[in-house]
């Protein structure tokens, strides 16, 4: 008796191949980003460290000022005075 196997066609099986090693692909290539993306992230953690460290030396040496970024000067931040609260009856 002769055995039947159960096979799809050889270009069947090439499609299926191809498209197997193009979704690889397109994962391995998305953990790259990925990876990349965590890079950065922590990239912008470092310099956010470094700008509040900046910022604090500034209100040491000038107080509560604004920065203009464009020509460097600036204006002092003004604390707006306390409201009391009046009670109505």
Known sequence: MKK?????????LKTIQEQQGKMNETINRIG???TQKHHLLHEIALVNEEVEKTKKQLEDKYGSINVNVEDGTYTEIKEE??????EHV
């Open 81 to 86: 005075a306390e409201v009391e609260e009046v």
């Open 32 to 34: 790259v980003l990925e």
């Open 4 to 12: 039947i196997e159960n096979k799809v066609t050889t270009e069947e």
